[in-house]
């Protein structure tokens, strides 16, 4: 999320509808796993820790999952949206057009903003989401053989 401000407030790039619902899931994984570790460094059941985990894995394959689709539509593998891809023509009346004109803003979603190693933010997000999952499951997995032990 600190990155997906810093490129939004510092370096300027507007986000778009698509970007701005790739962040929901971090809204629920971010207090989620904050209350994950504070539960196991207080002791919490190895079920709840686990469950918590799980859940958290399940927040971020969401997150993949929008990612995905967010670059899939950059790349143009299939359409996205229309209130933020494809052609603006529907301005309404002609007596309107330049007032309309000067209220819209549209921050396409089909054109990356940015693209470090042709990786759009979409995809890095694709990315960090995928690790996460894999750390969220190892961290079952640990959590699974400590408890055997």
Not at 34 to 62: D, E, F, H, N
Not at 131 to 139: E, F, K, P, Q, Y
């Amino acid at each position: 999320m600190l990155g997906a401000y810093f490129f939004q407030f510092v370096v300027g790039l507007a986000p778009c509808p698509l970007c701005l619902e790739q962040r929901i899931p971090y809204y629920f994984a971010i207090p989620l796993a904050i209350l994950v570790a504070l539960g196991a460094a207080r002791g919490a059941s190895p079920k709840l820790i686990r469950g918590g985990l799980a859940t958290l894995a399940a927040i971020m394959i969401l997150s993949i999952a929008l990612g995905a689709y967010h670059a899939g539509v950059e790349w143009k593998f299939w359409a996205g949206p229309t209130d933020c891809t494809g052609p603006i023509n529907d301005f309404g009346s002609a007596g309107n057009l330049l007032k309309q004109m000067q209220t819209t803003s549209v921050v396409r979603c089909d054109e990356a903003a940015w693209r470090l190693f042709g990786l759009s933010l979409a995809g890095y997000n694709v990315l960090i989401s995928a690790a996460l999952v894999a750390i969220a499951l190892g961290a079952v997995y640990q959590n699974l053989r400590q408890e055997k032990v």
